[in-house]
């Protein structure tokens, strides 16, 4: 385990107040209340076989739900093998009742540039850098570290916390397992490592995830033609002809994609269709590296593969950015890029559910090249999907302009919409636009406000 100083902890903490708002955000409470039936059934059907049975602490923070679902699967086969297992978002965890534990299994995953996921930020703040410090002498754990080595800070959340725990007097079970984009091999091993805190070498394997699937290219076309920007693509892809069942998604929802020769390492892209559509849309930036090669993803969905080939791909429920119980609030969206993909899912549905009450706020460099899907806004528009449409396109005029000047300007009619119960989704840049947006929605709504808003599920991002 490596150790982190008092000041790196806080450091963190204070890097979770960068995305603040996201730091309350989505995990904590729209997981929490999404689920907190399930937590109560799940609980009572892995609590203890027999009184005075300590369970398993499995304890997760997780962004789009790999590292909970990966929890579940961890509590599913300790209860199998006999062990009694306590699942817990770790933003539900005090300082005393770790304190009070005896052995405890994280799954974890990082975000933005090596941060706890949104769930995990109140944990680092009033745990981790909390004046308590609890003693853990009493905790036997183990941290798997679910990340991507392209990131520069490879697993830097599980990292800290590892190092956390060590550092307050955690025993380690066995040795950090770091997880880089699903790799198969070092989730097997944290398999087997679960079956020796079972006691038992004889665990049937997870499956987990569903399988890629030969979805078809069926049709693809430039959005940007002329654009300063790198070319934007919509994208259409169907369901391998005699699929077992039709695909089912819910706007929100994202795929996955495996370029070939990629092996393990799957791209996420937000659906922009919904399944009434017959097929998956996608809204795909083709990115160049520096020296000109176009992205492996990218490149292939975009260029390399032709309309009518097969594209390795599967469907990824994203609780977070679904609507959930926000389907009968009023909805502001805030987006930027391909973050119109995520967006426009929304607006399909609420056009199909007859609720009109939506905003669009989007942002894009030129109108006359970037206005993607201008036909459909405009008929929304005319059509009482959307009730108020903002397009911002930031070099149009001398100076430079971006959806969160927009909802600085527009600043009473955002504090009326928040009044009347609306709900705010952002999808786009993580960099830029999503801190920007942070920090407009505060400078107009204040500090408590958002906080609120986050609290009651009211704001929620798909940011990448
Ligand atoms: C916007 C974004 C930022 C990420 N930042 C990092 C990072 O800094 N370090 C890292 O190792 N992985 C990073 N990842 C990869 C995630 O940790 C990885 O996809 C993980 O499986 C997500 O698990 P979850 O669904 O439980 O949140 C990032 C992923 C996204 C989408």
């Not at 697993?155 to 397992?177: K, N, P, V, Y």
């Not at 880089?180 to 805190?197: E, K």
Request: proline residues 5%.
């Amino acid at each position: 385990m490596t150790l982190l100083s008092d000041d790196a902890l806080r450091a963190l903490a204070a890097g979770g107040t960068v995305l603040s708002y996201v730091a309350l955000c989505a995990g904590t409470w729209r997981v929490h209340r999404a689920r907190e039936a399930r937590v109560a059934r799940a609980a009572a059907a892995l609590a203890p076989a027999a009184a005075g049975v300590r369970p398993v602490l499995v304890a997760h923070a997780s962004q789009t739900g790999n590292a909970e679902q990966i929890a579940w699967q961890t509590a599913q086969a300790l209860h199998t093998a006999g062990v009694p297992a306590r699942i817990a978002s770790l933003s539900q965890l005090q300082a005393d009742e770790l304190a009070a534990t005896e052995r405890a299994l994280f799954i974890v995953s990082t975000y933005g540039e090596g941060d706890p996921p949104d769930a995990a930020a109140p944990f680092v703040r009033r745990v981790m850098a909390g004046e308590a410090r609890p003693a853990l002498d009493n905790l036997h754990c183990a941290v798997l570290a679910l990340g991507d080595r392209e990131y520069q800070h490879y697993c830097g959340f599980g990292r800290t916390l590892d190092a956390w725990l060590s550092r307050q007097g955690a025993q380690a079970m066995f040795e950090r397992i770091d997880v880089d984009g699903g790799d198969a091999a070092a989730l097997q091993q944290w398999q087997h490592q679960v079956a020796r805190v079972a006691g038992t070498s004889d665990l049937p394997d997870w499956q987990l995830a569903e399988p890629f699937e030969p979805w078809r290219l069926a049709r693809r076309h430039l959005l940007n033609p002329g654009s300063a920007g790198g070319p934007c693509f919509h994208l259409e892809l169907e369901a391998p002809a005699g699929a077992a069942r039709r695909p089912d998604w819910q706007a929100g929802d994202l795929v996955q994609v495996l370029p070939p020769g990629d092996g393990e390492r799957p791209r996420e892209y937000s659906i922009a269709s919904l399944p009434a559509d017959g097929r998956v849309h996608l809204l795909v930036r083709q990115e160049r590296h520096a020296d000109g090669t176009p992205g492996l993803a990218s490149g292939w969905l975009t260029e390399q593969a032709a309309v009518g080939d097969a594209i390795a791909l599967r469907l990824r429920a994203h609780g977070n950015f679904r609507l959930g119980d926000n389907a009968v609030r009023p909805l502001i969206l805030i987006g930027n890029g391909t973050g119109l993909a995520g967006l426009r899912a929304h607006l399909k549905a609420r056009a199909a559910a007859g609720h009109g009450a939506n905003w669009l706020v989007f942002g894009e460099r030129h109108a006359a090249h970037d206005a993607y899907y201008r036909d459909e806004i405009t008929a929304w528009q005319a059509g009482g999907v959307l009730e108020r449409t903002d397009l911002v396109f930031s070099r149009d005029q001398p100076g430079k302009r971006y959806v969160q000047d927009r909802l600085r300007e527009q600043a009473e009619v955002l504090r009326d919409w928040v009044a009347r119960g609306a709900a705010v989704y952002v999808c786009g840049s993580l960099v830029g636009m999503a801190a920007g947006v942070e920090a407009a929605l505060v400078d107009v709504l204040g500090r408590d406000a958002v906080d609120r808003l986050i609290e009651t599920g009211r704001l929620r991002r798909d940011v990448y």
